[in-house]
């Protein structure tokens, strides 16, 4: 079974505005990590925030962990209609990585 | 790209058949990873191979088993299809295990078992 749950399942917005997706994990992690899926290809990679990190940036994109709520976020700014896609967290632990369930983000040119 | 292939990109087998599906991992990478995905669903984790022996499983019965190779290919293999088996099939290969490294996917592929 999954041990992350993203929220919200699915999110609309305009060309431009900012996406916010959270993610909840149930075990203590060596690092999280954000992927990205167009239509149930492979995933692409897109940021790594590791346990003793509490925020990260990478181009439009910022990371927030929070190690005691056991939750992440991710912020995508200005976003762009390529921006549409699922995304994905994924919990690193010991040898194994548990996926959450994914937001759907369409964004509106 | 990631540069990790995956062959078949597609295939439909009935069940109770037997089915191989290969990955190539990026050069350099000790460390491969399988997971399915249902429709809809995230990915979950099969297992991972490391230095062509497995070091971690999820919950997955025998029939699923895999090889590595020194020549950083790999195999997943199910016995025994049933009908659930019907999946996005992922591989993902990293420089190292233990979680500590990112991870690069492959495309996938799907599999239909009728």
């Known amino acids: 079974s999954q041990q992350g749950e993203e929220d919200p399942q699915a999110l609309s917005i305009q060309e431009g505005e900012n996406a916010t997706m959270n993610c909840s994990y149930k075990?203590?992690?060596?690092?999280l990590q954000w992927y990205r899926q167009n239509s149930g290809r492979g995933l692409v990679h897109l940021i790594l925030i590791r346990s003793n990190e509490r925020e990260k940036h990478s181009g439009r994109l910022r990371v927030t962990l929070d190690t005691s709520k056991k939750s992440s976020s991710l912020l995508i700014t200005a976003s762009r209609a390529a921006d549409t896609a699922s995304y994905f967290c994924a919990s690193s632990s010991s040898n194994q990585f548990y996926f959450g369930t994914g937001t759907s983000l369409t964004v509106i040119p | 790209e990631t540069g990790v292939t995956q062959s078949p990109t597609h295939l439909i087998k009935t069940r109770g058949q037997q089915v191989t599906l290969r990955c190539s991992s990026q050069s350099g990478h000790n460390t491969v990873s399988w997971y399915q995905q249902a429709l809809g669903q995230g990915p979950q984790f099969i297992f991972q191979?490391?230095?062509?022996?497995?070091?971690g499983r999820g919950n997955f019965p025998p029939r699923f088993s895999g090889l590595q190779f020194p020549n950083y290919s790999s195999e997943l293999n199910v016995n025994a299809l049933e009908l659930d088996d019907s999946a996005l099939y992922l591989c993902a290969s990293s420089l190292t295990s233990g979680g500590q490294e990112t991870q690069y996917f492959g495309p996938g592929t799907r599999l239909l078992v009728l």
């Open positions: 191979y490391y230095r062509e022996e497995e070091n």
């Open positions: 075990t203590s992690i060596n690092n």
